[in-house]
C-alpha cells in the first residue's frame, strides 16, 4: 500500500516563484490535509477538504491555495513564494474528518530564499 | 479559539524512568484525542481517545482521557533511548485535527 504520497521531497525556490506540492491517497479517504511545520510549532493546519469540491481553511492559509477535483488528490499550491514559507509540509488523510487517525505523507521539505 | 498546550516542552530523562506528558485543550465540538510519536520524520500513531477514564495501552505506553477537565495524559514507563522523539497530542474539533506544540523527549543512556 502507498498510502499517502507527497511529492516533491525538496524544493528550493527564489521569493516570488510558484510551485505546487502534489499529494495523493490510495486509501479512499474522504478527508485531507495539508500541515506546515516550523521548530517549535507543532503541526498548524493550512487548508483541509471533507470529499471532492469541497476545501476550507485552516489556521495558516494565507498564501496558499488548494483544490479536490478528484478523492484521491489534494495538490497545495504557493502562488509567490516567500521566505516566511520556508517549512516541511505534510500532507495527511482521514477516513472520518471528526475522530479518526491522520495518516501522513513523508513531508516535503521547502526553502525559499 | 481552538487550543492545545503540551507540558512541558522538553524533558530529558535518564533510561529506565517513567515519564508523563500532558496535554490539556480547548476545542469547538470535541470528538476524540490523537497521540502521535515524531523521530526524524511523518508523525506515527500512537493512540485514539475518546471516552474519559479508559486507559489504552500499548507495551510500555498508556493514555487516558478526561473529558471533564479537557486534559490527556501520556505515560511511557521503563523507557528506552527509542522513546527518544517529539509526542505530539492532537483533539478533533469541527473537522480540524488541532496539534500542541509537542513535547521533546531525550532518554539519556
Known sequence: NAGVTQTPKFQVL??????????AQDMNHEYMSWYRQDPGMGLRLIHYSVGAGITDQGEVPNGY???RSTTEDFPLRL???????????????????????????????LTVL | EDKVVQSP????????????????????NFRSLLWYKQEKKAPTFLFMLTSSGIEKKS?????????????SILNITATQTGDSAIYLCAPWGAQKLVFGQGTRLTINP
Not at chain 1, 14 to 23: A, V
Not at chain 1, 82 to 108: I, K, M, W
Not at chain 2, 59 to 71: H, Q, V, Y
Open chain 1, 14 to 23: 527564489k521569493t516570488g516563484q510558484s510551485m505546487t506540492l502534489q499529494c
Open chain 1, 65 to 67: 491555495n488548494v483544490s
Open chain 1, 79 to 109: 502562488l509567490s513564494a516567500a521566505p516566511s514559507q520556508t517549512s516541511v509540509y505534510f500532507c495527511a488523510s482521514s477516513h472520518d474528518g471528526n475522530r479518526g487517525e491522520l495518516f501522513f505523507g513523508e513531508g516535503s521539505r
Open chain 2, 9 to 28: 516542552l522538553s524533558l530529558v530523562v535518564h533510561e529506565g524512568d517513567t515519564v508523563t506528558l500532558n496535554c490539556s485543550y480547548e476545542v469547538t
Open chain 2, 59 to 71: 507495551g510500555r505506553l498508556s493514555s487516558i482521557l478526561d473529558k471533564k477537565e479537557l486534559f
